[in-house]
């Protein structure tokens, strides 16, 4: 079974661009949740997507959105970057809530504002 | 949300058993113990979970504490592989929204 699939997996913008990010979860999975990865925060929920439905919610601001199709795949948007959005983002994938569930992660997409 | 506590970092022996402790004193008595390690240049990868009871499986051995306050990951002969930081998480029922602490930093040595 392919793993979670994360793209791209590097990516340079400049202050005040957007970007998308994309994330194809397993095969099945019907949650895709992300996260974003700083030295100085470490690893923070940004958001979960749930059969198309945004489920939970971070504490980021509203420049960061995402969305999740029919199929399960998932992108995150980021508008007007700031220099502080450089980051890992993380998308990770599960086939339900079940606490017995683990998620699996994708390598990630690093992203470098300039 | 329940907030955990562990180590910064934590030095092994080839071969050797490692025991990396969680604090997690507020969490709820439904949440279940996570436990995640993320490789250098990769995304965190799932080790074991337990909620009650000491669990076993091919990567680990989970440890929990009766007051479930506390949770020991012990990894029985540490490969240079294992080389990683540690993440110990709660998580709720209904909830993919994972919070991760600091994590612990293991380095082996060979």
């Known amino acids: 079974k392919a793993g979670v699939t994360q793209t791209p997996r590097y990516l340079i913008k400049t202050r005040g661009q957007q970007v998308t990010l994309s994330c194809s979860p397993i095969s099945g999975h019907r949650s895709v949740s992300w996260y974003q990865q700083t030295p100085g925060q470490g690893l923070q929920f940004l958001f979960e997507?749930?059969?198309?439905?945004?489920?939970n919610k971070g504490n980021f601001p509203g420049r960061f959105s995402g969305r999740q199709f029919s199929n399960s795949r998932s992108e995150m948007n980021v508008s007007t970057l700031e220099l502080g959005d450089s980051a890992l983002y993380l998308c990770?994938?599960?086939?339900?809530?079940?606490?017995?569930?683990?998620?699996?992660f994708g390598n990630g997409t690093r992203l470098t504002v300039t | 949300d329940a907030k955990t506590t562990q180590p910064n970092s934590m030095e092994s022996n080839e071969e050797e058993p490692v025991h990396l402790p969680c604090n997690h004193s507020t969490i709820s008595g439904t949440d279940y113990i996570h436990w995640y390690r993320q490789l250098p240049s990769q995304g965190p990868e799932y080790v074991i979970h337990g909620l009650t009871s000491n669990v076993n499986n091919r990567m680990a051995s989970l440890a929990i504490a009766e007051d479930r306050k506390s949770s020991t990951l012990i990894l029985h002969r540490a490969t240079l592989r294992d080389a990683a930081v540690y993440y110990c998480t709660p998580r709720r029922a209904g909830a993919n929204n994972l919070f991760f602490g600091t994590g612990t930093r293991l380095t082996v040595i060979p």
């Open positions: 990770a994938s599960s086939p339900d809530s079940s606490q017995n569930s683990p998620l699996h």
């Open positions: 997507y749930f059969s198309e439905t945004q489920r």
